[in-house]
């Protein structure tokens, strides 16, 4: 009888969150440029814009009530059924729009019939609705496309391909005009009374308890663009900037807390923490901060702080941003922040970042004699294990075994299983190496960049260096290197990869075991 022990039964949660979360956001993320372009236009045209046009501004309506929804529809289908996928659901998401805005017209006419003094109720735009329908039109397609699957006469494919995906992308659109649309009106209007009633009653900063914690475990892309982006799109509609855009990406939290460690910090973490600094705080990959969180989770406390302060800040100067700042660098923060609110937004982000530094500082120092005990026991467990890797073992290839390892802060499943890849690094050659991350944009490709260069330094050629979504991971991938977080669900994808993981993308001792590695396979030692 197999039992499952409870460290097993946590990371199967978390993996199986993350991976919600992932595909949230992987709906939103590859359309973020189409929500920079929304943004411009927005902060140039509208009549409060830096250049009022009205021709122009013209394009701002339609491009965030039919664009936009519509591209989010067709990127959730295509990542289910690829195209056939992806214009089912934008059909389907068609129906949706439309049958949300009979329900706002019929409803603002009987509104105004009973008293024609009432404010009128705005547009809901689609969002949560292209969400749900992308996926499910393009899922129950994906299935009745199985039933007749090598049933159909030669010569009439090509016919029945396109009836049938016409045809459920209308039956699709019917059931997205009724029970979706009331739907998501209501969700909606729900969900925009409980952001409306935080605001007004002072307790939008509590959101930074959930928020803070939930980004350090690698939920901050399906928190930001799965939840609130939806969210402040349509407050930014209607009021021209929201607040919600920044209870996420604010990099003030992340930097306050890469200063402390500069300034606080110990050992490999202090010497990191500049360089972390400056790609947190100006790449905008907030990633790279999170296992300085994790590494002392007690900082998480310093990083509720600091949340809670930039978003009280925002409140108490009517500060917000027209689009979602996505990366969320200071740049892209700044370029998209409302006209009005450059003084709320750049107070936010430096008062949120003095509070992180000075309650992390204060948490630092307090563990320094305990800190500064458990860094010597780990420096002398890395000479021996750096004595090891120079090829004191008979295996060529032993060196990379410890390293496929996960860290202490795993599971327990999780390190046994690394702890297996690790012998499979012998077995395999490494030709293809894939870091994988939640989005496949921000982390993983600095760490791709980095492990590149290492490449390129010591000569070693024929070894393809990429970057992925987790999601998106395939069996070619011979190596794959993940942040420690993230290592069960990529093995859950590619099992058969030799899986690396790694506390920090940017500046990781396995990179050169990895090149060392990939040397000696080649003959080239």
Not at 369 to 377: F, I, P, S, T
Not at 391 to 410: F, M
Request: hydrophobic content about 50%.
């Amino acid at each position: 009888m197999t039992t499952t022990s409870p460290a097993q039964t946590r990371g199967g949660t978390r993996v199986a969150v993350q991976r919600f979360g992932t595909f949230l956001s992987g709906m939103i993320m590859p359309n973020i440029p189409a929500l920079i372009a929304w943004g411009i236009f927005t902060a140039f045209f509208i009549d409060v814009g830096w250049t009022p046009n009205a021709d122009l501004a013209t394009i701002v309506g339609p491009f965030i009530h039919y664009l936009l929804p519509l591209i989010i529809a067709y990127t959730g289908g295509y990542m289910i059924y690829k195209q056939r996928g992806g214009v089912v659901g934008s059909i389907a998401t068609m129906g949706a729009i439309a049958g949300s805005d009979l329900i706002v017209k019929n409803f603002n006419d009987a509104l105004l019939a009973a008293n024609p003094d009432a404010s009128e109720l705005g547009q809901v735009h689609m969002f949560i609705g292209a969400m749900i329908l992308g996926p499910l039109a393009a899922w129950t397609m994906k299935k009745l496309d199985a039933l007749w699957e090598g049933k159909i006469r030669a010569g009439f494919e090509m016919l029945v391909n396109m009836f049938s995906a016409g045809i459920w992308g209308f039956i699709m659109a019917v059931v997205g005009f009724y029970p979706i649309a009331w739907l998501v009106n209501g969700l909606m209007t729900i969900l925009s009374n409980a952001v409306n009633f935080l605001v007004e009653t002072n307790l939008l900063p509590l959101t930074s308890i959930l928020i803070e914690p939930a980004k350090v475990f690698f939920l901050n892309n399906a928190i930001n663009h799965g939840v609130l982006t939806p969210l402040g799109i349509t407050e930014s509609a209607e009021e021209g900037k929201s607040i919600l855009f920044l209870l996420e990406a604010n990099p003030g939290p992340g930097l306050g807390l890469l200063l402390a460690f500069t300034f606080f910090g110990i050992g490999a973490a202090r010497a990191s923490a500049p360089g972390a600094a400056v790609i947190q705080f100006l790449g905008g990959i907030h990633e790279v901060y999170f296992p300085y969180a994790l590494m002392k989770p007690t900082l998480i406390l310093a990083l509720i702080a600091g949340g809670m302060t930039g978003v009280t800040t925002n409140m108490l100067f009517g500060a917000g941003l027209r689009a979602p700042a996505a990366p969320g660098s200071i740049i892209a923060v700044l370029l998209q922040t409302a006209n009005d609110s450059f003084l709320g937004v750049i107070l936010s982000v430096i008062l949120s970042a003095a509070v992180t530094f000075v309650v992390a500082s204060i948490i630092l120092r307090a563990s320094r004699k305990r800190d500064l005990a458990a860094e010597g026991d780990s420096f002398s467990a890395a000479v021996a294990q750096t004595e090891a890797n120079k090829g004191k073992k008979s295996d060529a290839l032993s060196g990379l075994r410890g390293s496929a390892t996960a860290p202490a802060a795993t599971n327990d499943a999780a390190a046994a299983a690394s702890t297996s890849a690790g012998t499979a690094v012998a077995e395999r050659e490494i030709s293809n190496v894939v870091f994988a991350c939640d989005a496949g944009m921000g982390s993983s490709a600095m760490g791709a960049s980095v492990l590149r260069n290492k490449f390129k330094k010591a000569g070693v050629e024929g070894v393809t260096v990429t970057n992925k979504a987790i999601a998106n991971l395939d069996p070619s991938a011979d190596l794959v290197i993940t942040q420690a977080q993230l290592t069960d669900r990529a093995r859950g994808v590619t099992p058969d990869s030799v899986h690396v993981s790694v506390d920090n993308f940017m500046n990781s001792p396995k990179y050169d075991e990895v090149v060392e590695m990939v040397r000696r396979q080649r003959g080239d030692a």
